[in-house]
């Protein structure tokens, strides 16, 4: 399976973005069936995980995004996608999806920058 994110961009800060992942190639069990995450690198910066989602639909975040990004998942069309309000200049990074064990293959992320 071959994770392919889409959605990124410039903005100002405080604009907002919404951020896609395909799973292309996943079978439905197999994606409705595990917990997906996104993540995000800033220059000089370890990966790091942001959101997740269950497979139940509840979610959970890292303080710095809490209450501004919304993780969500649309099984049938095996995507999942990530809502940006309120972006701050350290929200720029690379965002990467995976499932959240990071099991299958990289894509190559979605750039998103945010000026001040």
Same mark, same amino acid.
């Given at each position: 399976?071959?994770?392919?994110?889409?959605?990124?961009?410039?903005?100002?800060? $405080? $604009?907002?973005? @919404?951020?896609?992942?395909?799973?292309?190639?996943?079978?439905?069990?197999?994606?409705?069936? *595990?917990?997906?995450?996104?993540?995000?690198?800033?220059? $000089? *910066?370890?990966?790091?995980?942001?959101?997740?989602?269950?497979?139940?639909?509840? %979610? *959970?975040?890292?303080?710095?995004? @809490?209450?501004?990004?919304?993780?969500?998942?649309?099984?049938?069309?095996?995507?999942?996608?990530?809502?940006?309000? *309120?972006?701050?200049?350290?929200?720029?990074?690379?965002?990467?999806?995976?499932?959240?064990?990071?099991?299958?293959?990289? $894509?190559?992320? %979605?750039?998103?920058?945010?000026?001040?």
């Amino acid at each position: 399976v071959q994770m392919v994110e889409s959605g990124g961009g410039l903005v100002q800060a $405080g $604009g907002s973005l @919404k951020l896609s992942c395909l799973a292309r190639g996943s079978i439905l069990s197999d994606f409705s069936g *595990n917990a997906m995450a996104w993540y995000r690198q800033a220059p $000089g *910066n370890q990966r790091e995980l942001i959101a997740v989602i269950s497979t139940s639909g509840s %979610t *959970n975040y890292v303080d710095s995004v @809490k209450g501004r990004f919304t993780i969500s998942r649309l099984n049938a069309k095996r995507s999942f996608y990530l809502n940006m309000d *309120n972006l701050k200049p350290e929200d720029t990074a690379v965002y990467y999806c995976n499932r959240h064990d990071g099991n299958w293959s990289w $894509g190559q992320g %979605t750039q998103v920058t945010v000026s001040s």
